[in-house]
Every structure is written in C-alpha cells, then in structure tokens.
C-alpha cells in the first residue's frame, strides 16, 4: 500500500499538467461521431421503454452532447429518450420508466469560479434540491429506474444527497489504482476490469442473456469510488491497492478505496437503481487524439451500456 501512495504521489504533477480527463481541460472531450452505435439485433421492436435524460441541472453530460454515443446506442436497441429541462416532481417523472442523471452540477455554469475550484479541492453545491430528491425516491420507490452517473469531483459533492438516499456511499474525489491501470495510458485513474484480476463481479448485468451478451473487460477513466448498502451489487470491485484521493492539491488526503467499487447496482422496493463512480466509460469520447469509453479498442463497454438498461428496464433479472 505505501509504494502505491509513494506512486499517486509521484503522477500528481504529470496528472494535472497532460492528462485530458482533468476538470483543467475538460472543454476538448467531444462525442466520437465515428463510434458505431448500431444495434444489429434490437431488443425492443414493438414496445419502447420511456427513458428520460436529465439536462436540467448544469450537466456535464446531456442526449446531444458527451452521451450522444450512449443514447444513439440505446435509441437502436429501441428505447425512446426525452431530454428533460424541467426540475424533478411527481409528475415529471410519470409515464418514465428509467431516469438517467450524469454528472449534474450544482453550481450556476460550467464556466463559473466555483466549477473551476471545484475539480481541483473542493465541491459544489447540491444539484438537487429535497423536494426534487424526494420526488426520484418516491419515484424509485414505486417501480421506477434510476440509472445516476456520478464522476470524481465536483460531481460528487453536487449529488451527494441523492445517492445517499439510496444508501450510496461516494468519496467524491479521485479513485486510483497503479497495480490495475493499462500501462499505455500512463495514469492510475484509468482502471481495467477483467474476470483474469477478478474485479468483475457475478451479476446479471456483467453475465448478459447468452455468451454474446458476456462482460470480460471493461475500463474506467479516471472517476470516484462508492460504498453501496448491504443489498446492494458491487458490480466493479475496486482492488485491494485502490486508493482515494481527496484532492488533487493535497496529497495527505490519500485513503485506501479497498472494498469499494465504481459501480453499484441495487433493488430498492418496486424500483431499481445503478450508480456509476464514472462517466465516460458509457459514452464515446475523444480529448484530442485519445479516444476513451465505448470506442476504446478491446473493451466491453458498450456491452455494458446496453446491459445496464436491460436490467433497468427489466429484460434482465
């Protein structure tokens, strides 16, 4: 564990100055629009699960920007998307049978003070408030789908009571992992996932329907860790080398992420819920010339997009 640390350590200058996954240079990750996200045999072709798409709450990830691989890809496989611009109530959510949130921000604009201090050291104000809060619960709670993508900070902080209302723990800072990191990458926040380092865990969703359908290895880039309640799936088991880092100016805020995941996925009453620890390994994205996500070469990513939304919408038990 101590060489681990001694290693977070010695990337942090190199991590802020090049890596394109930072808050620093957040502005060049754009969509791929070179990503095929066709569905060869569709899952649903006479009925079409209602999704909607959260946009209302200064999201970092909206249906026609960062996640548009992810909601084309859905999209084929015959789920219908609505962008919602309103704040959550009741009556928003009826008729829906899954809610996807990613990364919403509390503060006012991406371009704000606030948002730039806030990847660094510290948060952001909540993005929801208790009354919109209540309303996704209740929601849950009587048979709705939630699937709630919250990546390192300030992500965190912003949808911190939201997740705990469903018992999610989240650091809220930055998960690394040296001893499980592509070293073509050169970063230990970008971690692989694989049945060979077993970190992927027995579930429906990482076993699929058939042998098609099978998760063998999945990459995250660079996110936070969450701790889920006692019923809950850690379906991306972090390492026993796995650290948080609270802040990326403060290196003596380093604990160890063992025992933690960066995906969590649980049935809460009638309802289902998955937190992601996570962003962009759902959608397709290119930061220059990196790709990363659902088009990086060699990964079951996209797979596990289109199994996610079959366990929320029920195709998978």
């Known amino acids: 564990m101590r060489k681990t640390f001694a290693r977070s350590l010695l990337v942090l200058a190199g991590f802020l100055l090049l890596w394109p996954f930072t808050g620093l240079l957040h502005a060049q990750q754009i969509a791929d629009s070179t990503f095929n996200t066709k569905v060869d045999h569709p899952s ?7 999704v909607l798409f959260d946009e209302a709450h200064q999201n970092f990830h909206t249906a026609s920007g960062r996640y548009k691989p992810f909601v084309d890809l859905i999209i084929s496989d015959g789920y219908r998307v609505t962008p919602n611009r309103e704040k959550f109530t009741s009556e928003i959510l009826e008729g829906y049978h899954i809610l996807v949130i990613a990364n919403a921000l509390g503060a006012e604009s991406m371009k704000s003070p606030e948002w730039s201090r806030g990847w660094l050291t510290g948060g952001s104000k909540p993005a929801f408030s ?10 849950v709670r009587r048979g709705g789908s939630l699937l709630l993508i919250v990546d ?7 949808a911190d009571p939201l997740a705990r209302r469903f018992g999610v723990d989240m650091s809220k800072g ?4 040296d001893e499980n990191s592509p070293k073509e990458f050169n970063n230990p926040g970008v971690i692989v996932y694989t049945r060979e380092n077993g970190l992927l865990i027995d579930h429906p969703i990482i076993q699929g329907r058939d042998t098609t359908e099978r ?3 999945i990459l995250t880039f660079v996110g936070q860790s969450l701790k889920g309640p006692k019923c809950s799936a850690a379906l991306l088991k972090l390492a026993g080398t796995a650290i948080d880092l609270e802040s990326l100016l403060d290196s003596a805020k380093v604990v160890s992420a063992a025992g933690r995941s960066q995906g969590i996925a649980l ?6 819920a998955i937190v992601l620890g996570e962003a962009a390994m759902l959608s397709a994205q290119v930061g220059g010339k990196q790709k990363f996500g659902m088009n990086y070469p060699g990964v079951d990513n996209k797979q596990l997009a289109l199994n996610i939304m079959h366990w929320l919408s029920r195709l998978l038990d």
Do not use: M, Q
């Open 44 to 50: 649903y072709l006479a009925s079409h699960p209602e």
């Open 130 to 139: 208790v009354e919109e809060c209540d309303a996704v619960h209740d929601w």
């Open 152 to 158: 390192h900070r300030p992500f965190g902080v912003a």
């Open 174 to 177: 930055y998960t690394w992992d």
């Open 215 to 217: 998760i063998n290895r």
């Open 267 to 272: 049935g809460y009453d009638k309802g289902r």
